[in-house]
């Protein structure tokens, strides 16, 4: 089954506003990750987060990881009609070499 | 230049057909993967290679036989086609541990 499950399944919202997407996953990991998928298009890292991480800037992108919890967040903030794609985290778990993609959210920023 | 490239890009084919889709990375990384986007978007992981050894099947039909020539390729070949595997394929590679670098997809229409 999939490793992990995100949510919201979509989201819309205006452009300037936040986006916040997040994650579950159910075993431990040694990172997490968040890609993002332009329609049509491959997948594109944006972010990872190590287990002993817990919070992550990159540019208007925020990624908290909370391994209690088993759970993730992806933060966009002021969002721009480019930012629409969909948004996927991927861990991997321990003692593994592959990546488990979680179900996707798809973001739709209104110009 | 292209980082991962998949090829063909689009294929269509009928029923019971057998057909290959290749990949190349130029990256240096010693693993590539292959995933299955399905029409709902759910990535899952299909094979991964480390150094032209496979490292991971999940659970997939044996009629699907990954070949990697040399750690830079790891092609993919589908004998006898159904309805159900019509989705599309994307090949990925990553150092252990690191980001995924993802090619551009393949979508395999089966008719």
């Known amino acids: 089954s999939q490793q992990g499950e995100e949510d919201p399944q979509a989201l819309s919202i205006q452009e300037g506003e936040n986006a916040t997407m997040n994650c579950s996953y159910k075993t431990s990991i040694n990172n997490l990750q968040w890609y993002r998928q332009n329609s049509g298009r491959g997948l594109v890292h944006l972010i990872l987060?190590?287990?002993?991480?817990r919070e992550k800037h990159s540019g208007r992108l925020r990624v908290t990881l909370d391994t209690s919890k088993k759970s993730s967040s992806l933060l966009i903030t002021a969002s721009r009609a480019a930012d629409t794609a969909s948004y996927f985290c991927a861990t991997e778990p321990l003692d593994t070499d592959k990546l488990i993609f979680g179900t996707g959210t798809r973001l739709q920023v209104f110009p | 230049d292209t980082a991962v490239s998949q090829t063909p890009k689009y294929l269509v084919t009928q029923m019971g057909n057998d057909k290959s889709i290749k990949c190349e990375q130029n990256l240096g990384h010693d693993t590539m993967y292959w995933y299955k986007q399905d029409s709902k978007k759910f990535l899952k992981i299909m094979f991964s290679y480390n150094n032209k050894e496979l490292i991971i099947n999940e659970t997939v039909p044996n009629r699907f036989s990954p070949k990697s020539p040399d750690k830079a390729h790891l092609n993919l070949h589908i004998n006898s086609l159904e309805l159900g595997d019509s989705a599309v394929y994307f090949c990925?590679?990553?150092?252990?541990?690191?980001?995924?670098?993802f090619g551009q997809g393949t979508r395999l229409t089966v008719v």
């Open positions: 987060i190590r287990s002993n991480e």
């Open positions: 990925a590679s990553s150092d252990t541990g690191a980001v995924a670098f």
